[in-house]
């Protein structure tokens, strides 16, 4: 999304650099919700780290064959990992947390990337550059054109299906005395929206353990003949849908590589969700279109945060093998199966999808109809992880 200042200043000042680490709005993040986010966002950096070991990117010869046929089926048996090492090794050096005390002026003191649970920063104006209206991100100073803040409007009101939206760095507007006195660099910006994140925290998590069946997954999935959006989900897209999101919105960062939410008009069993690469069917379905370029698989966010939910599930003791088709098996799709270098530090919290797919029923059914052009450069909007 295109920012503007409120005066569209030019006005450059040298700033402190931001530390390589991340940090929550404990302002917008409290209770339980701070405890949930605190264990998926680690969890979610566990995936980044396992994913990276697991892709062997130096040394590929040592790839466990089982990986290697992950990235078959999500990036392509010729495609160039650069791109994904990239993004996973990045965010593996910006996991440590900062605690900014709430103190959101401290300079020296400045994470990366900050994660918010709410949408209170955000301010709705209508007396701002003309009679149409705009939304004020209070922490950066920045405004939204009406054409540019479907993310915002949506997520704030719960109205659709975004669950959280990542704005990438960017400078904030200092002001003082209702003047512009400078510009500093700001964390990324990544908001799990107030529906979904209240939605999470009262869902029935458990742990990810070999308790958790492959066929309660294929129960809570509706597949694309009955599901309401003919929205073509797989099994394996139920699994930590919380953490995965986070990853998804971490890859869309500076440090995580800048990926994309790719492009994709059909896909086989019917029409992609939102128009783009998400979930399992959409994602495997650029590597069948040989997509290339800017729609690459190996630019996708949720090819990237597939591959580490993959990766973890092989993790798994017994482990876990996502098939072709997305549905998850205990039967070894190869020959042979090597142990993975990487334990997971954190377990995955599986989501019951059901009560999402109603969240989603709900909000749709409440939504006014309203036409936005969607028109986001900057913004990454949300979809189950925009």
């Known amino acids: 999304m295109a920012f503007s200042s409120l005066l569209r200043a030019a006005l450059i000042l040298t700033s402190l650099p931001l530390l390589n680490a991340y940090a929550i709005d404990l302002r917008s993040c409290q209770g339980p919700q701070l405890a949930l986010i605190e264990t998926a966002i680690e969890a979610a950096f566990d995936m980044a780290a396992a994913a990276q070991a697991a892709l062997h990117a ?3 010869e040592l790839r466990d064959p ?18 994904v090492d990239k993004s996973f090794t990045g965010l593996e050096a910006r996991r440590t947390r900062l605690d900014l005390q709430n103190d959101k002026d401290d300079l020296e003191e400045q994470a990366e990337m900050m994660f918010y649970c709410n949408m209170d920063r955000f301010e709705f104006r209508g007396d701002l550059v003309g009679p149409t209206a705009r939304w004020i991100d209070t922490d950066t100073n920045k405004y939204f054109d009406d054409d540019e803040s479907r993310s915002v409007t949506e997520c704030k009101s719960g109205k659709d299906i975004t669950l959280a939206y990542t704005i990438s760095f960017e400078k904030r507007i200092d002001m003082k005395g209702g003047r512009i006195v400078g510009q500093t660099d700001t964390p990324a910006q990544i908001t799990l929206c107030p529906w979904f994140i209240e939605w ?29 959006f003919n929205y073509p989900l797989a099994p394996v897209d139920a699994y930590g849908l919380l953490e995965k999101v986070i990853l998804h919105e971490l890859t869309h960062t500076l440090a995580g590589g800048k990926s994309d939410d790719v492009s994709l008009s059909m896909i086989q069993g019917g029409l992609p969700f939102a128009g783009v690469a998400y979930g ?30 993959g990766v973890r599930l092989l993790n798994l003791t017994p482990p876990k093998y996502v098939e072709r088709d997305g549905g998850l098996s205990g039967t070894v799709p190869l020959v042979k199966k090597r142990s993975l270098p990487h334990e997971l530090a954190y377990q995955s919290t599986p989501v019951v999808f059901e009560g999402f797919i109603t969240k989603i029923k709900e909000a749709r059914s409440a939504a006014t109809s309203v036409v936005i052009e969607d028109d986001m450069s900057q913004v990454v909007p949300g979809i189950v992880s925009h």
């Open 58 to 60: 130096d040394k590929p």
């Open 66 to 83: 089982n990986v290697e046929r992950l990235i078959n089926l999500l990036f392509g048996n010729t495609a160039d990992l650069t791109t």
């Open 200 to 228: 999470a925290t009262n869902a029935p998590y458990s742990t990810f353990s070999t308790a958790v069946k492959a066929k309660l997954a294929r129960a809570l999935i509706p597949l694309s003949a009955q599901n309401p």
């Open 280 to 309: 399992w069917r959409a994602a495997t379905n650029l590597v069948e279109q040989q997509a290339t370029g800017d729609r690459s698989p190996t630019k996708n966010a949720d090819s990237l945060a597939l591959f580490a939910s």
